[in-house]
């Protein structure tokens, strides 16, 4: 089988040639530079592989979307993606390649929490990792390792999916439209280093927060009645806290508290409205999957 292993990149030169070396021997190797402002095109191309670059950073996802157009542009059959900072071994690809051969998956995952390695990971990332799982689980009802993002796609995989999301969110994008659309996926156990150069290229609160943001997005477009009905059951809350505070002087004798009553009456308002717009757009929804 043509296999190609993309490796979106950005400020990795201290690493990107180590993966381009190992990943070789399993594939041929696709470096999309995603406009770093350092050697990494440069010491890819070096090591051997083809490098498309951007000239401006567009994100991960776009980045792998022109990972994605050049396999299917090139009659690839299996695309193995991999991240350039030196987190995963590319020793490990075969583990990812074995249920695509075998025709028992179309998308694997290389997950860190399946071999005990759950036990290396600082312990704020534990946190974040926990919060993003459970998220993407609510919006594609897969629990799996949801930004791994040391995965392998057979051709149906790719060809099946319409990937629109930014950043980082795209890892929980494909999990949630390879739910939708009858998409095999399976994961196998992979080892994760945490000790690699430029690990924090970004705040990793507001990556964080970035990416969860993306996942609610998604949640709100697969299950908006469920997005929706929790945050009209948070206005109701509020709303019955504020009605309590506005009503218990006036039971002891004393008079009501104006303003707590109002904001009673406007936050009860917005829970009424948003379970409106959730029931609404549950309906659109189910009419634009059938």
Known sequence: ????????????????GSVVVLAKKY?????VDDGSGDRTSEVARECGAVVI???HNLGKAKALKTGFEYALSRDYDIVVTIDADGQHNPDEIPL???????????????????????????LYRRLGLWVLNKSTKVASNVDVDSQSGFRALNRKA????????NGYSIETDMIVKASERGIRLME???????????????????HGLGVLAGIIGLIGYRRPLL???????????????????ALEPYYNGGQVYLTQAIGAGIFAIIGIQLFVAGLTLNVLAKMVRE
């Open 96 to 122: 990812l390649l074995e249920p695509i051969i075998k025709e028992e998956a179309d998308l694997v995952i290389g997950s860190r929490y399946l071999n005990g390695s759950k036990k290396e990971i600082p």
């Open 227 to 245: 997005l929706f009905g929790v945050l009209s059951l948070m206005s109701f809350i509020i709303a019955g806290i504020l009605g309590y505070l």
């Open 1 to 16: 089988m043509n296999i190609l292993i993309i490796v979106p990149a950005y400020n990795e030169e201290l690493t990107i």
């Open 188 to 206: 196998v156990p992979i080892t994760v280093r945490y000790d690699v150069p430029n690990k924090h290229k970004k705040n990793p609160l507001s």
């Open 27 to 31: 594939g041929d190797v696709l470096v």
């Open 53 to 55: 670059r951007h000239e």
């Open 158 to 165: 790719l060809e099946r999916l319409d990937l629109n999301s």
